[in-house]
């Protein structure tokens, strides 16, 4: 029933106007309209004038009111139209426990609330739906003050909600990909390019750890400064446009120095959900390695490609005569001037064309085999002084070359040619034949009067033998003639017998001498201990009247001339037991031992062979070692015959023996102390 | 040694004279045959017989070494003692003689008391 008084209150052409206007009031308990009281008359004006979406619960059992503009919050089979009057207990069941305590606020305290974006699901469209809304409870006061009503502003913000939903979702998302990409990857926002997120991999690139986050990038990273990606980060984030950094050279600081490396990058603009621009997400993937080994690569094949033309500059200003002949029929591919000159052909007609078709005089001269052996082994060929007869200038020579032929591998090592280099030595090898030649007459000669010399020596020493051996045998049978005589008679028949027994020594040393020199004697082995215990023998006599003492060591078997030997030790000995010291028991040591390998390669001795050093030493009166040069020379003495008997051959006759078996003797004294005579010998024969 | 016929083979007409000398003094019986070169001491020996060789080595036309080389090769001659008797005496020479089969190898002596005794001696064991 409708009260005739005008009820301006609920004028209005809208649904919930007129449907307020039909709704009998007084079925519930607040009555007919027309005794509500002022306040709620003005509120529901408000309410159902406005556009704004508004609700109101009036009176102790909250019945409710609400516009046009609330109506699609309630769905289309839901609340509506059964909302209208109904008391806010029987129509908020399923959300009564979240709005109840916010009412139970407004009306008690007289506090309004305010909710954002609140989860209130609400029964409509046929179930419960998730609804957000953003919403105010206002008390609503009559005229005493007391709170009668509370006036419900609200808007539904499940779509804002939701798209935020879907925001912070894809965010998470980008975090997410982030975090757990597998390159480094990072997302800078703002100008200033704020590092929001940053995944491990990134931070290993920079060495640095998460506290970057929240810095911008030029503080995070401060090398950064004056190297170009900070501007390209803005470049892309005012524009959009995506950025490719390919193998960019960055500069980071790396356990306190900048270090070089090579890095991938992208550059991507970050948009928000309206496609504005607030961040830059990076990229990037080092490959610094790569970059580098390909450098090296680049480099490498520039210095090949540079040697290459090097190589060919280097034969063509080579002092040497030199070549390259390439593939199997060996083309004279370059060649320079002396080599050319060499083949005595000119330049244009041998130049590219293979090298026995252009030089024809040189086959069948064994060079063919030689090049094609370096060609298919890539063994270098050497030799020295080979003739290779040429025709040159038109007449045939024999020329001498020292050459060498060498593969030439391309850059892959695959041998693409042989490398000549020859010397020409004809005019050294014509004047060393020649000097060769000169020589063998010389020395032919040379040995033939040695030969009559030695022949001579021998002849004349013995023959001589004969008179003086008669001059010795007459004067003596004629001293024996005469009987006793007088003091000088007898002194000049003892002169006679002294000088006649010194013209015996003397010659019978030199034909021992010139023996020496007499066609060669066989080597054996020789015990060379037994040898001397036999020289030793033979000075018995000698040892006995000065109570010398001999002290020999053990000696070696050597391949020896045993009469040499016996002449050398026997010499030796007879120096020692001859030239002492008055009032001294002569004492001689002989001592042998094997020369090492390396002392032998010191005194540059043929080292195949194994070598001895035997030393001789006496106490005798020795000598000074000024005149060790002379010791050893023929006929030269350091005493006069009045001290010391002598016909200055003994040590002349060693020197020959120990040259003879291809060893060295030396001597050596502290004078009045005594000498050492050192004999190297080698164990076996060697050589010719 | 009595009645022994001995051969010297020297071409030194004093070392002859001198050898036979000391000889006689020495055994009277002994004959000497001497020859001053061993072609013709070889031509001899193929038509008598003799005890004992004295013989030198260095010798014209054919040398001591050479002769004894060829009576040591000839069956009815090689039987005879050879004694070296020679101005010159050296190892190898030596060697040599002895292993052509010489029986000893003396040095002519520088005195004639040498020789007679050296001869002695010779005469003695031949």
Known sequence: MISDQPLYFLEGDGEMASLTRAFDWTSTSIGDPVHWPESLRNTLAMILQSRFPMFLWWGDDMIQFYNDAYRPSLGNEGKHPRALGQKAVDCWPEIWHIIYPQIHQVRNMGKATWNEDLLVPIYRNGKIEDVYWTFGYSPIRIDTGEIKGVLVVCTETTEKVRALQKITASEYNIRNLILQSPVAMALFRGMDMVVEIINDKFLTLWGKDQSVVGKPLIQALPEMEGQPYPQIMKDVYTTGKTYYGNEAEVYLQHEGALRQGFYNFINEAYRDENGAVTGIIVVANEVTEEVQSRRKIEQMLDDLAASEANFRNLILKAPVAMCLLTGPDHVIEVANEKIVELWGKPYETVMNRPVFEAIPDARGQGLEALLANVYNTGETFETTEHPVALIRNGIMETVYQNFVYQAYRDPGGEIAGVIAITLDVTPQVIARHRIEEVVADRTAELQRSNAELAQFAYIASHDLQEPVRKVMTYSLMLQDQLGRLDGRAAGYFDKITKATSRMQSLIRDVLTYSELSKAEQKLVATDLGKIFSETIGDFELVIAQKQASIDVGPLPVIDCIPLQMSQLFGNLISNALKYTRTGVPPVITVRCEPLSFAEAASKDLHTKVNWYRIVIADNGIGFDPAHTGQLFKIFQRLHSRKEFEGTGIGLALCRRIVENHKGTIEADSTPGTGSTFTIILPQERFGQ | ?126
């Open chain 2, 1 to 126: 040694m009595k009645n022994k016929r001995l051969l010297l083979i020297d071409d030194d007409e004093d070392d002859q004279e001198l050898f036979i000398d000391a000889l006689q003094g020495i055994d009277p019986s002994i004959s000497c045959k001497v020859f001053d070169n061993a072609l013709d001491a070889l031509d001899d020996l193929d038509r008598n017989a003799y005890d004992l060789i004295v013989l030198d080595l260095n010798m014209p036309l054919m040398n001591g070494s050479q002769f004894l080389e060829k009576i040591k090769s000839d069956e009815h001659m090689r039987d005879i003692p050879v004694i070296i008797f020679s101005t010159t005496s050296n190892r190898f020479m030596l060697d040599q003689t002895a292993a052509l089969g010489a029986r000893a190898y003396y040095t002519k002596p520088s005195s004639y008391n040498d020789l007679i005794s050296l001869l002695s001696n010779i005469v003695k064991t031949a």
